[in-house]
């Protein structure tokens, strides 16, 4: 098992930047692959940027490239991702997720084994 809490969302203006953190407990945080989606309302939910466990490889979808970073400290059970550049589409509910003992990345949605409560990212135009 293991928890996951999203902070870091906020309203921000067309441009600028936010971080987000996701801070897991319980089972040892380097088992797990991470990712961050985000739901906007009536859209599905999409992933935008993951992490395997060392935080040696990354993938990030194609909308966020270049303006979204992921990362992670393993010594603070945490991953984060910074985004720069926002934008009003990037509106939505952000989200922290947990793929156990996957060797790469994930990026499938039914990949994901633990799921955060979600943090709300608005971008005003």
């Known amino acids: 098992q293991v928890q996951l809490v999203e902070s870091g969302g906020g309203l921000v203006q067309a441009g600028g930047s936010l971080r987000l953190s996701c801070a897991a407990s319980?089972?040892?945080?380097?088992?797990?692959?991470m990712g961050w989606f985000r739901q906007a309302p009536g859209k599905e939910r999409e992933c935008v940027a993951a992490?395997?466990?060392?935080?040696?490889?990354?993938y990030y979808a194609d909308s966020v490239k270049g303006r979204f970073t992921i990362s992670r400290a393993n010594a603070k059970n945490t991953v984060y991702l910074q985004m720069n550049s926002l934008k009003p589409e990037d509106t939505a509910v952000y989200y922290c997720a947990a793929a156990y003992a996957r060797v790469g990345v994930v990026v499938g949605l039914g990949e994901y084994d633990y799921w955060g409560q979600g943090t709300q990212v608005t971008v005003s135009s």
């Open positions: 319980g089972r040892t945080f380097s088992s797990y692959a």
């Open positions: 992490i395997n466990w060392s935080g040696g490889s990354t």
